[in-house]
Nanobody, 119 residues
Framework: VELVESGGGLVQAGGSLRLSCAAS????????MGWYRQAPDNQRELVAE????????IYADSVKGRFTISRDYAKDTVNLEMDSLKPEDTGVYYC?????????????WGQGTLVTVSE
């Protein structure tokens, strides 16, 4: 499975951006799919994700009420709508997916897309 991301870019504080992620083999066999981010000098952290066979969602406390993760069933993508962006939201955003392997779960990552929020 390969993850292809789109979206991201530069936006002023208070603005909005939308990220989209497509899985090359579709989402039907995925256990989880969503978005993580990594700011300079920080560890990669969860932003928002579908879990439990893509039936439930979880969000980082820092983005609750501002970010919305959704599925586009027609395009078979997972999207992240980011509103009221803050400079601290700046970072590389990675699409993540998990699928069941023979002996353990397999983690899959996209190449990352840069989001920059200016003051």
């Amino acid at each position: 499975v390969e993850l292809v991301e789109s979206g991201g870019g530069l936006v002023q504080a208070g603005g909005s951006l939308r990220l989209s992620c497509a899985a090359s083999t579709g989402t039907s066999r995925l256990i989880a799919m969503g978005w993580y981010r990594q700011a300079p000098d920080n560890q990669r952290e969860l932003v928002a994700e579908f879990i439990s066979g893509l039936t439930n969602t979880i969000y980082a406390d820092s983005v609750k009420g501002r970010f919305t993760i959704s599925r586009d069933y027609a395009k078979d993508t997972v999207n992240l709508e980011m509103d009221s962006l803050k400079p601290e939201d700046t970072g590389v955003y990675y699409c993540h997916a998990r699928r069941a392997g023979m002996y353990a779960h397999i983690e899959i990552w996209g190449q990352g897309t840069l989001v920059t929020v200016s003051e």
